[in-house]
């Protein structure tokens, strides 16, 4: 069977965030590292997680065989970048050629000075920090003071942290929504992230109250084009935060990738609709990655392998399941607590599938967005990249 050939009525497109399989050929440019691999370094000696393994990634970080029909192949990124706004906008059919601005010393005083007369009120901080040593750092002071703690990272990000007896967090929130108006031009930043915590001084935690105010997309991507002609689109997680909202039908909010997996699993049965799911699942990323938590990234990855199990159970052969990744945080990396530049897998896998194959390296996540549009059987003017189920599957 072929594309040609296939039409399919649903597309469960997960990223699972992070979950890189090796570094891409330009790792230095990003302080990065030939060796860094987030999928195989999670796993490891440990036991498999058994569904991606036996659909494909097994074959990726170890050219063990494919022993589930599934197409698979190893996606290199366009994009500038390694964060989750190019990654899923790439993966969505739009590549950034032109990093977004960071800032390795904190933001300059044009922005900070503007931003805290609109807030009205002075802020700490204003350096890049990982998000739960900066809360340990300056955590006291900003209950001491009422100032929001402003910080960012390696990536293109405006972070705000404040805990929430001392700022509720729909003030926070609105703090968020003022940044994201002043950040434009030369200081538009991916994201503006409300970063809410919780607790005593020595027992500082960051509950799950995070939102994103990301950029609106700066193209035309597979989302704007399936909504434009009727197809919905149901973000899950934070895919209606890297999206603006934009090219969505319907979101469902998510704290945390327990219910991201229980969200998708009652979609299955409950959309019934021709349409994409468009689903992020990041606890990875956030809780795992950044922490540099190898056993907690690796207890995640087997919780949504086993997740992703019992949502296959649900398809017919009229669906399609893709599983990819947004970008590589590598937790075994000493260097630093960042994302890392790396390949990501491209796994897909239906009920009319009959057989395996391997497609090789490509070069972009474009392909996604193709294979997305194609396998829903939209007409298309546009050309986002390849469709990776052109061969027969």
Not at 287 to 297: L, P, S, T, W
Request: proline residues 6%; glycine residues 8%; hydrophobic residues 35%.
């Amino acid at each position: 069977m072929t594309m040609k050939e296939k039409v399919f009525k649903r597309v469960f497109l997960v990223v699972i965030d992070s979950f890189g399989v090796g570094a891409e050929p330009d790792w230095a440019e990003y302080g990065d590292d030939p060796s860094l691999n987030t999928a195989l370094h999670v796993i490891d000696d440990r036991p498999a997680p058994s569904f991606l393994w036996s659909r494909g990634l097994g074959y990726l970080l170890k050219e063990e065989p494919i022993k589930q029909p599934s197409v698979v192949a190893k996606l290199q990124e366009l994009s500038k970048g390694k964060d989750s706004t190019t990654g899923h906008w790439e993966i969505a059919g739009l590549v950034m050629t032109t990093p977004f601005p960071t800032y390795p010393h904190g933001f300059p005083p044009e922005v900070m000075e503007e931003f805290e007369r609109r807030i009205g009120t002075k802020t700490l901080g204003n350096f890049p920090a990982s998000g739960t040593e900066i809360i340990k750092q300056l955590g006291e002071e900003h209950m001491r003071t009422g100032y929001p703690i402003v910080y960012t990272s390696a990536d293109s990000v405006f972070q705000i942290a404040a805990h929430e007896d001392v700022i509720p967090v729909e003030d926070l929130y609105r703090m968020c929504e003022i940044a994201r108006e002043l950040l434009t031009g030369d200081h538009a930043v991916a994201r503006v992230i409300a970063r809410p915590f919780a607790g005593k001084p020595g027992e500082f935690y960051r509950t799950p109250r995070r939102r994103d105010f990301s950029l609106p997309p700066l193209g035309h991507t597979i989302l704007d084009e399936l909504v434009e002609k009727g197809i919905p689109v149901v973000a899950v997680g934070k895919i209606h935060d890297l999206f603006a909202g934009r090219g969505i039908s319907q979101s469902v909010h998510t704290e945390n990738d327990a219910e991201g997996i229980k969200a998708l699993q009652e979609l299955s049965k409950t959309f019934q609709q021709r349409g994409l799911v468009f689903a992020n699942l990041v606890d990875s990323d956030m809780i795992y990655g950044h922490r540099r938590n190898v056993e907690g990234y690796y207890q995640n990855i087997m919780m949504i392998d086993e997740g992703l199990s019992l949502l296959y159970d649900n398809l017919t052969n009229e669906d399609l399941l893709i599983v990819t990744a947004d970008h590589g945080n590598d937790p075994t990396f000493p260097k630093h607590t960042d994302h890392t530049r790396e390949y990501v897998s491209f796994i897909a896998c239906s009920p009319s599938f009959t057989e395996g194959s391997f497609l090789g390296t490509l070069r972009g996540y474009v392909h996604i967005a193709q294979t997305v549009i194609e396998a829903l059987g939209v007409e298309s003017a546009r050309k986002w990249g390849r469709t990776l189920l052109k061969e027969d599957v």
